[in-house]
């Protein structure tokens, strides 16, 4: 890891997060919206769903999947995307623990 200031760091980690966070609700939003259509041809793929989740967007993307009601009744996104956030926090805590990463305060 190059020599960020600490602050420096997780003010880029936070932005990132936030800018991941939105285009997951975009992202959402959009399929819910196309799935309405029944148009095949433009729904975004539910991999690429699950790939928003996983690069940070889990939080956001669970809580707009609860707000639209989209994909609630798929068992995988309402398991999925819980574990993945699971999983990114369990990452985030072992990076702290073994000093890999600054400490936040």
């Not at 990132?16 to 959402?28: D, G, T």
């Not at 995307?81 to 890999?100: E, H, T």
């Amino acid at each position: 890891m190059p020599d960020l200031p600490i602050h420096l760091f997780w003010l880029i980690f936070f932005a990132y997060i936030i800018v991941v966070s939105i285009c997951s609700i975009v992202v959402c939003i959009y399929d819910k919206k196309i799935s309405k259509r029944n148009n095949v041809k433009l729904r975004i793929p539910e991999k690429s769903l699950f790939i928003w989740s996983a690069i940070g967007g889990s939080v956001a993307m669970y809580i707009t999947m609860q707000l639209m009601r989209h994909k609630t009744k798929h068992v995988s996104f309402m398991v999925g995307i819980p574990v993945i956030f699971v999983l990114q926090v369990a990452l985030i805590g072992a990076l702290a623990y073994f000093g890999i990463l600054p400490p936040l305060f």
